[in-house]
């Protein structure tokens, strides 16, 4: 199953983000710490790039991610041009406070009332701008849940000390170009439910630990994993969890099964994961690339 989500609202949010860019000082990237790459959008690059700004890339949630995981991820971004990347958990607010000290890092000449700092929160949905913007305010103004594309506008905050910040919505891309990003993303409930099904993502998730994390599924749910498969991870959630279908006696809810499964992994109750690493991502292109180029030789 290829996942896609490109809501509406998207196209016009990418015009309206483009065109504040261009009066942007500094672009604050969010991803998610457990999929740094899968949750970079490529159009962010591509925006920030073209008007040649400096980029804070901040992995929020990084307090639900492998810490050994996330250390590579920050050698990765910090070896490229013009990033500055750093490990946060919004929810934290010491660890938002350090953003604007980031930022000025990155653009040193704009600290005058002439010359105020200029900072653009962007990210794909679901991964802390909204909940960014309100620690740095030390107030609620943006609208944030835990759904995707909550935020529809953007939003502009006089942040004091010669400095302005602007939080966007969501942004997706028109195509997730590799499946397993859709399904990372949608583990990681970056995409609508409207257009994954729950099983499906959550049966890629347990196969992800099964073979990754293979200790921390007996230790949530305490049934032995030896020579399960993702279904059959599910269907043991769901005998030990109850999920049984009301209309159908004893047979089992896999959707309920799923979403508890979801649940758990998106809350840190299974533990601190993450679902990539640089080089998990280079091996997955590489793969890619060379499936690429066989469908293209057997075409000619």
Same mark, same amino acid.
């Given at each position: 199953?290829?996942?896609?989500?490109?809501?509406g609202?998207?196209?016009?949010?990418?015009r309206?983000?483009a065109?504040?860019?261009?009066?942007?000082?500094?672009?604050?990237?969010?991803?998610?710490?457990?999929?740094?790459?899968?949750?970079?959008?490529?159009?962010i690059?591509?925006?920030? %790039?073209?008007?040649?700004?400096?980029?804070?890339?901040l992995?929020?949630?990084?307090?639900?991610?492998?810490?050994?995981?996330?250390?590579?991820?920050?050698?990765?971004?910090?070896?490229?041009p013009?990033v500055?990347?750093?490990?946060?958990?919004?929810?934290?607010?010491?660890?938002?406070?350090?953003?604007p000290?980031?930022?000025?890092? %990155?653009?040193?000449?704009?600290?005058?009332?002439?010359?105020?700092?200029?900072?653009?929160?962007?990210?794909?949905?679901?991964?802390?701008?909204?909940?960014?913007?309100?620690?740095?305010?030390?107030?609620?103004?943006?609208?944030?849940? #835990?759904?995707?594309?909550?935020?529809?506008?953007? %939003?502009?905050?006089?942040?004091?000390?010669h400095?302005?910040?602007? #939080?966007?919505?969501g942004?997706?891309?028109?195509?997730?170009?590799h #499946?397993?990003?859709?399904?990372?993303?949608a583990?990681?409930?970056?995409?609508g439910?409207?257009?994954?099904?729950?099983?499906?993502?959550?049966?890629? %998730?347990?196969?992800?630990?099964?073979?990754?994390?293979?200790?921390?599924?007996?230790?949530?749910?305490?049934?032995?994993?030896?020579?399960?498969?993702?279904?059959?991870?599910l269907?043991?959630v769901?005998?030990?969890?109850?999920?049984?279908?009301?209309?159908?006696?004893?047979?089992?809810?896999?959707e309920?099964?799923a979403?508890?499964?979801?649940?758990?992994?998106?809350?840190?109750?299974?533990?601190?994961i993450?679902?990539?690493?640089?080089?998990?991502?280079?091996?997955?292109?590489?793969?890619?690339?060379?499936?690429?180029?066989?469908?293209?030789?057997?075409?000619?």
């Amino acid at each position: 199953m290829s996942i896609q989500w490109f809501p509406g609202h998207m196209t016009s949010a990418r015009r309206k983000a483009a065109e504040t860019l261009a009066l942007t000082d500094v672009v604050i990237e969010v991803c998610d710490a457990r999929l740094p790459e899968a949750s970079s959008n490529p159009m962010i690059r591509e925006l920030r %790039l073209h008007r040649q700004r400096p980029c804070l890339k901040l992995l929020n949630k990084a307090d639900l991610a492998d810490p050994i995981a996330t250390a590579a991820w920050l050698d990765f971004y910090n070896a490229q041009p013009g990033v500055k990347a750093f490990a946060i958990a919004c929810k934290k607010p010491g660890d938002a406070a350090r953003v604007p000290a980031l930022c000025r890092t %990155l653009a040193p000449h704009r600290n005058t009332g002439v010359k105020p700092l200029r900072m653009l929160i962007m990210g794909i949905p679901n991964v802390g701008k909204s909940t960014l913007m309100n620690a740095l305010l030390k107030r609620r103004v943006a609208a944030v849940g #835990d759904e995707p594309a909550v935020t529809k506008s953007q %939003l502009s905050q006089d942040l004091g000390g010669h400095m302005t910040i602007t #939080d966007t919505p969501g942004l997706m891309w028109p195509k997730i170009t590799h #499946d397993s990003d859709g399904f990372m993303l949608a583990a990681c409930h970056a995409i609508g439910r409207n257009a994954v099904i729950d099983s499906d993502v959550a049966t890629f %998730l347990a196969d992800f630990l099964l073979k990754n994390y293979p200790t921390l599924i007996a230790a949530r749910y305490g049934f032995d994993t030896d020579s399960m498969d993702g279904i059959g991870v599910l269907e043991a959630v769901a005998i030990k969890r109850g999920c049984l279908q009301q209309r159908r006696g004893k047979e089992l809810d896999l959707e309920k099964a799923a979403m508890i499964f979801l649940t758990d992994y998106r809350n840190g109750k299974l533990g601190r994961i993450t679902l990539e690493t640089p080089a998990s991502r280079a091996a997955m292109l590489e793969q890619a690339g060379a499936a690429l180029t066989a469908t293209t030789e057997r075409a000619d």
